[in-house]
């Protein structure tokens, strides 16, 4: 039981340590948190008219530890060398360098477009935690939320296009509901 244990928090360690930088860099706006009127000011209204709400569903957040990488034992053999009749044919091309993927800001989301695929990524830092949620295909999911002291973190998830975090404690509660709407990303936060 104490190996596990110790194995779980090692593999969450590592994936947080690993996980960290990519989302300071993917998140530039990080330390910037909207208010509720300033999502409603820049976004629509997130329910439509006759839609009926989904049935909530409440997700528990675990992490499973990833394996430890092995190492490759080193080359010993020289690469393969041409044939002569592979060498007369023409000049080989060289590759085509991969462009960067293209990144933009959508209404405080940043898109990250690669191949025209576009995923979209906001960390949203509230006084009861820093949650971190991501949208692809339509999709909505949580990447992490860490709750401040004194606070409890509850996720549901009442359809794939809508995620609701919230962070509860100290008499407040603190609501991030993040949903893809009219054809992009949405979120609003409020505070109780």
């Known amino acids: 039981m104490l190996a596990w244990l110790l194995a779980t928090v090692l593999g969450a360690v590592t994936v947080w340590v690993g996980l960290r930088p990519v989302l300071e860099t993917a998140v530039p706006d990080r330390g910037i948190p909207l208010s509720a009127s300033d999502l409603r000011r820049l976004s629509p209204s ?13 997700q528990t957040v675990t ?6 990488p092995t190492s490759s034992a080193p080359r010993t053999s020289a690469p393969p060398t041409p044939s002569p009749s592979e ?30 695929k576009i995923t979209y990524v906001r960390s949203f830092k509230v006084d009861g935690g820093q ?13 992490s939320a860490t709750p401040a002291t004194g606070f409890t973190t509850d996720v549901a998830q009442p359809s794939p296009v809508r995620l609701v975090v919230r962070f509860t404690g100290s008499g407040q509660a603190f609501t991030i509901d993040a ?14």
């Open 179 to 192: 949903l893809w709407f009219n054809d992009g990303p949405y979120a609003e936060v409020t505070a109780s």
């Open 46 to 58: 997130p329910i439509a008219p006759g839609v009926p709400a989904a049935p909530e569903v409440t």
């Open 63 to 68: 992490e499973s530890p990833t394996p430890a």
């Open 87 to 116: 060498s007369r044919g023409s000049a080989p091309t060289p590759t085509q360098a991969q462009s960067a993927p293209k990144q933009t800001t959508v209404n405080g989301w940043t898109a990250t477009d690669t191949g025209g």
């Open 131 to 143: 949650a971190v949620i991501q949208i692809q295909d339509q999709v909505v999911s949580l990447v």
